[in-house]
């Protein structure tokens, strides 16, 4: 068993919490499942693939706006922070950050696929030798306790990718207060956040030409059917995406293009031709709306990074 096997046995005995929240989810009479299950290890392949597409923005300028300020971003940063980041994912981001901390106790990197933190580690060992690396397999929408050698520590949080905006915010408020409490004390978070901004080139982000947006929101039936005895025929769904300018927010669905009925589990719904079945919402944020979000959470903004384009933002938060 891996270092973070052991440390996630909690969370692992939980794994049935996919299909309790599948089931659950296709139960609501407007039918929908969370996104953070689209990231098994397919899933999260194809997600790194939709950051190369031309039309999904946000990767390509967030890594320019880390790149361009990574040092200011660092500064405070001693030789016994421990750097915390929540969803990581591949880690590629964070290599810019770690390529300025010479002097670092540790890197935690959160996530809840378990491949996607070998395969990071992995990688980051061999560029940063010596680099401490404390996987920690979790979900980060729940609270998180830190190895207690490490809760003492001043912790610098890293959450890219404007991930953020997948909560409404209410749960926005509620995981930045959460994020709060695991870096205290005298913790500082670097967060990205999606901007408002022209609405085609936003849809466009979430339904890029090559296709692959698309197949990773079918992937989370290919998941189901692979892992809860599905039937899903994934020919009898298509992706959609649209903007609501009321919520400003990106939503996607799956949508029936038939009459038919799955089997999930052992039991059976019916889905309608052109019901939905709703798997993300994408929150984009003026930077005055998103300083309420993280002032109601209790965190302290200072400084805001953005590029030319006014597209990405990245944001410090203090703990005051």
Known sequence: ??????????????????????????????????????????GSALFEDITRQPEYYPTRVE??????????????????????????????????????????????PIDISESALIDARERLAARFSGLNIELLLADFSHPIELPPELAPRPKLGFFPGSTIGNFVPAEATRLLRAMRETLSPRGKLIIGVDLKKDVRQLVAA?????????????????????????????????????????????????????????????????????ETIHTESAYKYTIEEFHLIAQAAGWTPLRVWKDELNLFSVHELVAP
């Open 63 to 108: 890594v320019g706006i880390l790149t361009a300020n990574a040092m200011q971003m660092l500064e405070g940063a001693l030789g016994e922070t421990v750097l915390v980041e929540f969803g990581s994912g591949s880690s590629i981001k964070t290599e810019i950050l770690l390529g300025h901390m010479r002097r670092l106790h540790a890197y935690v």
């Open 1 to 42: 068993m891996s270092k973070a096997t052991e440390r996630a046995a909690p969370f692992l005995r939980q794994a049935d919490d996919f299909a309790v929240s599948v089931l659950e989810g296709l139960s609501r009479p407007k039918k929908s499942l969370p996104c953070r299950f689209f990231y098994d290890a397919q």
């Open 206 to 274: 979430y339904d890029d030409a090559n296709g692959v947006t698309a197949a990773f929101n079918l992937n989370l039936l290919a998941r189901i059917n692979h892992e809860l005895d599905g039937t899903f025929d994934l020919q009898a769904f298509r992706h959609a995406a649209t903007y609501e300018p009321f919520e400003g927010r990106i939503e996607m669905y799956l949508v029936s293009v038939k009459d038919q009925d799955v089997w999930v589990a052992g039991r059976k719904f019916h889905f309608r031709a052109a």
